[in-house]
Every structure is written in structure tokens, then in C-alpha cells.
């Protein structure tokens, strides 16, 4: 059991919109990574925050942002929404920046119309 | 820029048969690759982790090896089972880039009574 919950499960938005998706970290985990899985690829990075720092960000533009609090619980928001932002947003978090193991949430499966 | 290619897309087995998962990445300078496995439409399962020093981990009927000069990896399983089915990603994490993981577009295996 990986402890790493993500809300919501599914989402529908028209394009334009902004979403909010939300991650609550595995207990005393303080490192957070979110990805962005779309039909059929792997996951691609989107960005990490440890101690409510980002810490290290892919090739995803500024409309993509994220904060973590100081329960180490994070939210990626997604503006100006695009089709091709339509995919499954995972989460995934970590004992420290430098933790190899990483544990992965459920997911929120997102469709942008 | 680190790539993580996996043969074959797809793959369709019996019941019994051993079967091997081939990943290859571009980049030798990886810290640690990881196989996981996703359910369809859920979160990543992570199966086995391999230290860049290492050169193979074995977990029940489960063997993956590494091979970092060539750039590849095998995941190995034996007497595959009907609840094997699964999509098998493998991922690597490039040194000195915190957790940041670089993952293939996966083998999905159905395998048959």
C-alpha cells in the first residue's frame, strides 16, 4: 500500500479552462513529482517539489505550475487548457529529493473537449 | 537528452511461457532504472530497481538485469501467469537529477489461459 492518494479520479474541462489537481503525499514523505501520462506513452516529467520548493521542472510550459504545502500535500494547475493536455497526471512522492523510491498515485485521468 | 525505447510494444503470451521485456536508453550515465508495472487506466507498481552498479535484481518469479555500457536492460519473467497482464515500463534516472525519471513507452503483455 502506497499511501499516495489523488483527487479527483476523472475530469472533464472544455478547452481554455484551468484545473486543479491535488496529491496527498505518503506520511512523511516531503519530495513530490508530478507526470503527465498520455493515451499509449510513458509518463513525462513535469516538475518536483521538495519542502515546498520547486525542484527541477521538464519541458512543460509556465500555464503548468504546481505548490506544495507545508504538509507536504501538492496541487499542479493546468490553465489555458489545450486538447493535447488530455491525459492521466500522476503523482508521485518521496522520502527526500535524493530517494531513489518513489511511490506513484492512482492518478487523475483528465479530458480536455 | 536521455531516451528510453522498450521492445516490443506488445506482446501476447500462454500461460507458462517465460518471456523477456528489452529496454534500452541512450544516456550510460543513469544513477538507477526501475520496472514497473501499470494497470490499465491506474498508477505505476514498482517491480525492481537496479543501482548503476549493479547488475541484475531478482524478486519471486521477476529478473531484471543491467547492462549500462550498452545501454540496456531485460526483465525477465518466468511461468508467466493470466494476472502478469499488464503494461511494463522501465525507467531511468540520470545522475545528479534529483528524481527525476525518464521512462519507455512500455511493453503491454496480455498473457492467455
Known amino acids: 500500500e502506497t499511501g499516495v492518494t489523488q483527487s479527483p479520479t476523472h475530469l472533464i474541462k472544455t478547452r481554455g479552462q484551468q484545473v486543479t489537481l491535488r496529491c496527498s503525499s505518503q506520511s512523511g514523505h516531503n519530495t513530490v513529482s508530478w507526470y503527465q501520462q498520455a493515451l499509449g506513452q510513458g509518463p513525462q516529467f513535469i516538475f518536483q517539489?521538495?519542502?515546498?520548493?520547486?525542484?527541477g521542472r521538464g519541458n512543460f510550459p509556465p500555464r503548468f505550475s504546481g505548490l506544495q504545502f507545508p504538509n507536504y500535500s501538492s496541487e499542479l494547475n493546468v490553465n489555458a487548457l489545450e486538447l493535447d493536455d488530455s491525459a492521466l497526471y500522476l503523482c508521485?512522492?518521496?522520502?527526500?529529493?535524493?530517494?531513489?523510491?518513489?511511490?506513484f498515485g492512482p492518478g487523475t485521468r483528465l479530458l480536455v473537449l | 537528452k536521455q531516451e528510453v525505447t522498450q521492445i516490443p510494444a506488445a506482446l501476447s503470451v500462454p500461460e507458462g511461457e517465460n518471456l523477456v521485456l528489452n529496454c534500452s536508453f541512450t544516456d550510460s550515465a543513469i544513477y538507477n532504472l526501475q520496472w514497473f508495472r501499470q494497470d490499465p487506466g491506474k498508477g505505476l507498481t514498482s517491480l525492481l530497481l537496479i543501482q548503476s552498479s549493479q547488475r541484475e535484481q531478482t524478486s519471486g518469479r521477476l529478473n531484471a538485469s543491467l547492462d549500462k555500457s550498452s545501454g540496456r536492460s531485460t526483465l525477465y519473467i518466468a511461468a508467466s501467469q493470466p494476472g502478469d497482464s499488464a503494461t511494463y515500463l522501465c525507467?531511468?534516472?540520470?545522475?545528479?537529477?534529483?528524481?527525476?525519471?525518464?521512462f519507455g513507452t512500455g511493453t503491454r503483455l496480455q498473457v492467455t489461459l
Open positions: 525507467a531511468v534516472r540520470l545522475t545528479g537529477t534529483a528524481s527525476k525519471l525518464t
Open positions: 508521485a512522492s518521496s522520502l527526500g529529493a535524493g530517494e531513489e523510491t518513489q511511490y
Open positions: 517539489y521538495y519542502r515546498e520548493e520547486e525542484n
